[in-house]
């Protein structure tokens, strides 16, 4: 497994903007897939997007389409999730997670993850 921290979260009016990084250390991050989820209150964790080893892949949730992006730097080990015209329902607490898998996949299915962030909260105000 490979450990990871999120940062960058915080609270931003609606329409702002905000971007995410995730560390990972103690694996070669070129070797997972990356991930991030989310989990608001009261409800279950979801997909946001996911990118390939060596990012010739994305996938987005649909919701999240054309608003968020995510890259993957991995000669800093890092993860990103640039996140625009923020609406008060992307208020959740956003994880990012790695997947050993091959070299083209995206996985989007949270089983397929095996190690996880401790997370970092977003706050979206109307």
């Known amino acids: 497994q490979v450990q990871l921290v999120e940062s960058g979260g915080g609270l931003v009016q609606a329409g702002g903007s905000l971007r995410l990084s995730c560390a990972a250390s103690?694996?070669?991050?070129?070797?997972?897939?990356m991930g991030w989820f989310r989990q608001a209150p009261g409800k279950e964790r979801e997909f946001v997007a996911s990118?390939?080893?060596?990012?010739?892949?994305?996938y987005y949730a649909d919701s999240m389409k054309g608003r968020f992006t995510i890259s993957r730097d991995n000669a800093k080990n890092t993860v990103y999730l640039q996140m625009n015209s923020l609406k008060p329902e992307d208020t959740a607490v956003y994880y990012c997670?790695?997947?050993?898998?091959?070299?083209?996949?995206?996985?989007?299915?949270?089983?397929?993850?095996?190690?996880w962030g401790q997370g970092t909260q977003v706050t979206v105000s109307s």
């Open positions: 990118i390939s080893r060596s990012s010739d892949k994305t």
């Open positions: 103690g694996r070669p991050f070129s070797m997972y897939a």
């Open positions: 997670a790695a997947s050993p898998v091959t070299y083209y996949a995206v996985p989007i299915q949270s089983l397929e993850y095996d190690s």
